[in-house]
């Protein structure tokens, strides 16, 4: 029997009816083998952060899903660009920071530093991006992700930017 770890997904959209983006990349993650719900966030409007000036205007709804699995990270990687295809995502040559019905990014994978086939985990720029630290801290504020030295908690509270997200009431 294989160890059994949670998984950190961050889970964007800023096209079409994000919410229901949101749900339906949910649900599809949800029905993968062997991916049970741990806990979800709240949804949260956020700013674009790196995109092209052309996409300033369109704001993300994100949010974040822990899952637990005995299944290896690589498993993951490709279920979740089964999940983004699924949904309308297509990674063309200049795919990065543009509109997307869903983007899916794994945060963490239990307690492993992971740097190989395509996947680098934790996430590098998850302690920069207050729409992944911010509902990760509503989860699991506890939670020391490999490399670092705090708590989630404390990575949002040294975060400047309160402003940059709204939380919305909104179930998903």
């Known amino acids: 029997m294989s160890t059994r770890v949670q998984i950190g997904l961050s889970l964007g959209s800023n096209l079409g009816d994000k919410v229901e983006n949101l749900r339906k990349a949910g649900r599809l993650i949800l029905e993968r083998e062997d991916a049970v719900l741990v806990g979800k966030s709240s949804l949260y409007e956020t700013e674009p952060v790196d995109v092209k000036a052309e996409f300033q205007h369109m704001k993300f709804l994100n949010s974040v899903m822990i899952i637990e699995t005995g299944l290896d990270a690589q498993h993951w990687l490709r279920q979740i660009g089964e999940v983004e295809y699924a949904l309308?995502?297509?990674?063309?040559?200049?795919?990065?920071?543009?509109?997307?019905?869903?983007?899916?990014?794994?945060?963490?994978?239990?307690?492993?530093?992971?740097?190989?086939?395509?996947?680098?985990?934790?996430?590098?720029?998850?302690?920069?991006?207050r729409f992944v630290v911010q509902p990760l801290a509503e989860l699991q504020p506890d939670r020391v992700l490999p490399g670092m030295k705090d708590t989630v908690a404390e990575v949002l509270e040294a975060l400047p930017g309160e402003g940059d997200l709204t939380r919305l009431d909104t179930e998903w």
Do not use: K, M
Not at 91 to 106: A, F, K
């Open 88 to 129: 309308g995502r297509r990674r063309d040559t200049d795919d990065r920071n543009v509109p997307r019905e869903v983007d899916v990014d794994i945060i963490f994978y239990g307690d492993q530093l992971i740097g190989s086939g395509g996947l680098v985990v934790p996430h590098p720029r998850w302690a920069e991006r």
